[in-house]
């Protein structure tokens, strides 16, 4: 078995896990998460106004 057909296996195998996965959840999961931003003079919005 060529090993391009083994990725495609396995990425197949991992999108159908959720898929077939008969665990639903019935309530919302709160999280928090942070990403670094820029502080540029071309990276901010417009001043209010």
Same mark, same amino acid.
């Given at each position: 078995?060529? %090993?391009?057909?083994? *990725?495609? @296996? #396995?990425?197949?195998? @991992?999108? @159908?896990? +959720? ?10 999961? #709160?999280?928090?998460?942070?990403? %670094?931003? @820029?502080?540029? +003079?071309?990276? *901010?919005?417009?001043?209010? #106004?």
């Amino acid at each position: 078995m060529s %090993p391009y057909c083994k *990725n495609f @296996l #396995g990425l197949l195998i @991992l999108c @159908l896990i +959720p898929v077939l996965s008969s665990a639903q959840s019935t309530k919302w999961v #709160g999280t928090w998460s942070t990403a %670094p931003q @820029l502080v540029e +003079p071309h990276n *901010n919005p417009p001043n209010p #106004g």
